[in-house]
């Protein structure tokens, strides 16, 4: 299984550098900004760039497992693979742990400077203590719900597929997320989504021909 993960993440490394690289460079764009909020005025900036940053990271994510799957199927990685003692069960496992290591090195690292900033920068006024795990929790699940869209489209010629799918979660979650917020009913919905696009993910890289 170590082997198969290795593999993906040796064959997709420009995706866990770039999520490595766009996480730094979106906690060194907000802190100045967050640093100099005076309390009275949201800092704009990072609220300005924030709809535009998670379509870009949607699309980016939605790719990568649009990538996994597609270049498989092209260049047969895994019909060559299938023919050594692994099943295409474990194949498709260890696609997916590498995209979720993918999204975790994008978000953890959000995570932690949101969750030492708030300690140190907090006015003296109570706050729900879980609220960056909350925010982290829907952020990861829609952050893998797009992902489950790239796995499904990869196997489609269209390369349009994938953006066009993404872009519909999109307007879709979007407004579920500002309408409900970061509880536990959009993390429901999420669960649900992603739950069905894996068992039709699993359905269609197991009964497909490679």
Partial sequence: MFALIKREILDHLVYFIGAAAFSALLIGVSLPAILRYDGRNPP????????????????????????????????????????????????????IIAGVLAILILLVPLAVAAAILLRLLTPPIPMYPGIVLEIFTA???????????????????????????????????????????FGLEIVVILVLFIAASLIRTWYKFTTTSL
Avoid: E, H
């Fill in 44 to 95: 704009m900036f990072p609220t300005a760039i924030g709809v535009s940053v998670a379509a870009i990271v949607i699309m980016c994510i939605c790719g990568m497992g649009a990538a996994q799957m597609y270049l498989d199927k092209t260049r047969r990685i895994s019909a060559y693979i299938s023919t050594l003692p692994v099943s295409r069960n474990r194949i498709l496992i260890a696609r």
């Fill in 139 to 181: 952020t990861f699940l829609l952050a893998f719900a797009c992902y489950c869209i790239g796995l499904q489209s990869g196997w489609n010629s269209n390369a349009v597929t994938p953006s066009l799918g993404a872009l519909g979660l999109t307007c879709i979650f979007a407004p579920l997320v500002f309408v409900k917020g």
